[in-house]
C-alpha cells in the first residue's frame, strides 16, 4: 500500500528460494502490492504460477486483485474480460474494483 512494490517482489522470491512455499494469502498480499506500484507484468506473472509452481488453486480474492492491477494500470478492457472469463461468479469487491477503476479512468459507458 506504500509504494514498495519492487521490494515486495524481492522479499517473496528470497522467501520462496530458502523453501518458504506461499499460501494463497501470500499471493494475495503479492497480487495487492504489485496492483499498489502499478508492476502489471509481475502480477501477472505470480497470478500464473499459483496453480503450477506453487499448488495454489485461484480464488475469487485473487481474480479481484488481478482485476485491481488491472483497473490501477488502465487495462480496464483485461479487467473486464477478466470478470467474464473467471470460474467463479464475481462478487461484490470485483464490481467495486470495475466500477472504481471505471471512475478513475473516466469510462462511464463500461460502467454502465
Known sequence: MHGHGK???KHFEQMYES???P???TCICFLLA???ASLVDEGIYCFALMNIVYKISTKLEHYTHIANLFGHDSHLHKA???VMVMPC???VAMWKVL???CRIH???EMAK
Do not use: L, R, W
Open 7 to 9: 521490494e515486495t517482489i
Open 19 to 21: 523453501g518458504v512455499q
Open 23 to 25: 499460501y494463497d494469502i
Open 34 to 36: 504489485c496492483s499498489h
Open 80 to 82: 473486464q474480460n477478466m
Open 89 to 91: 461468479k464475481p462478487h
Open 99 to 101: 466500477f472504481g477503476a
Open 106 to 108: 473516466g469510462h462511464v
